[in-house]
């Protein structure tokens, strides 16, 4: 772990997502995310009803079923740059079904990694361990780091449902400053899940917006959300950590359990005898892969959203390195819909969903 680091610049970090230090943004259901790019899968959808049932048996196929909820379907949407298309429709728990979560904070700064999750900064992976968190002053070269009793080791850690709630809540509460984030996953109500709505043949769009909007990524075989770039300068900034656990997730209160890093934790489908595997489906219908094709190298000419088109393949993703803090960097399609209800509509050309009358944006935590 590389601890020793002096006088890092983070004078940019201020003006970065203010909107709370645990990132919370609008549910945008359907926010409007811009990509653009052509087509990969090999999936268009038709107006037969058999081939519609075989397109939607192979794209579900290696989806971990435990972590469905209800039966995947196809269903008309509106995508974000406003095509009208056919959609999978597919509910997941909001937490995998194949590996436990956590941990995320230690408790004492004398508990070890085994204890403890991860931390990203500056592309590099580090144990977010008591050792870690003693160290936060001189790692950041800031001294207002202080989240640990300086007479007993004790971690400042938010370990109830109101501290979890309190802490990522979009005003900044001062009496959370310095502490070690986390929120367990039986906070969440048991009826709580995340509708995406993900178009069958990804429609290619003019220009790419260069981000990952808060509606993340994709999702993973696995069944696990992969989100947008987790605001680090925001948490930093309110002189906070929200950890990662050792499969580069963890838990806020609105989505449940979501992956800001790709690590090998999540299920990979074999593709070619040379490239790399399959891990999930970008919001955008566009497959994503793992980082590293089987020869141990990361493909060459990669976009700016990290794709390719490849033989065989299409076109593609390859996940960001684990430290990067960013799955993918943008999408290069128009990108479909994640729902708080497999009964609401996708229309991802809005920019605030058209719900039920006083149905407003409700916040959540994307750090
Ligand atoms: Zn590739
Ligand atoms: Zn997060």
């Not at 991860?118 to 800031?142: E, M």
Request: net charge negative.
């Amino acid at each position: 772990m590389e601890v020793e680091r002096s006088n890092r610049e983070r004078s940019t970090r201020g003006d970065n997502n203010r909107f709370s230090r645990l990132g919370f943004a609008a549910i945008s259901a359907c926010t409007y995310v811009a990509g653009c790019a052509p087509a990969a899968n090999d999936t268009a959808q038709t107006s037969d009803p058999v081939a519609n049932a075989q397109t939607l048996a192979q794209i579900i196929e290696p989806f971990d079923k435990d972590a469905i909820v209800g039966e995947p379907s196809i269903v008309p949407c509106t995508l974000s740059g406003g095509t009208e298309a056919q959609c999978l429709s597919i509910t997941l728990k909001p937490e995998p079904a194949a590996f436990k979560i956590g941990p995320w904070c230690p408790r004492n700064i004398a508990d070890g990694p085994e204890l403890s999750g991860i931390w990203l900064d500056d592309g590099k992976v580090y144990d977010a361990d008591g050792k870690f968190i003693q160290n936060l002053s001189r790692f950041y070269d800031d001294d207002r780091w202080q989240l640990f009793d300086p007479e007993t080791g004790k971690i400042n850690v938010t370990d109830t449902e109101a501290s979890c709630q309190a802490a990522a809540r979009p005003d900044d509460d001062p009496a959370y400053q310095n502490h070690c984030v986390e929120c367990q996953i039986d906070y969440l109500p048991a009826d709580q899940f995340q509708t995406y709505v993900i178009p069958l043949s990804p429609v290619q769009v003019a220009s790419v917006e260069p981000r990952v909007g808060h509606d993340g990524v994709g999702i993973a075989y696995s069944g696990v959300r992969l989100d947008a770039s987790a605001p680090l300068d925001a948490i930093l900034d309110a002189h906070t950590l929200a950890p990662f656990d050792d499969c580069g997730g963890h838990v806020n209160p609105n989505v449940g359990y979501h992956i800001h890093a790709v690590t090998d934790c999540l299920k990979s489908v074999p593709t070619t005898a040379s490239h790399a595997p399959k891990l999930g489906l970008a919001l955008d219908g566009y497959p994503i892969l793992a980082r590293l094709n089987l020869d141990g190298k990361e493909p060459e000419g990669l976009d700016q959203c990290r794709g390719h088109a490849s033989d065989g393949l299409g076109y593609h993703y390859h996940a960001g390195a684990t430290g990067s803090n960013a799955i993918l960097g943008c999408h290069k399609a128009e990108t479909g819909c994640v729902l708080t209800s497999a009964t609401q509509t996708c229309d991802a050309s809005q920019t605030v969903r058209r719900g039920p009358p006083g149905g407003g944006r409700p916040p959540r935590p994307d750090g």
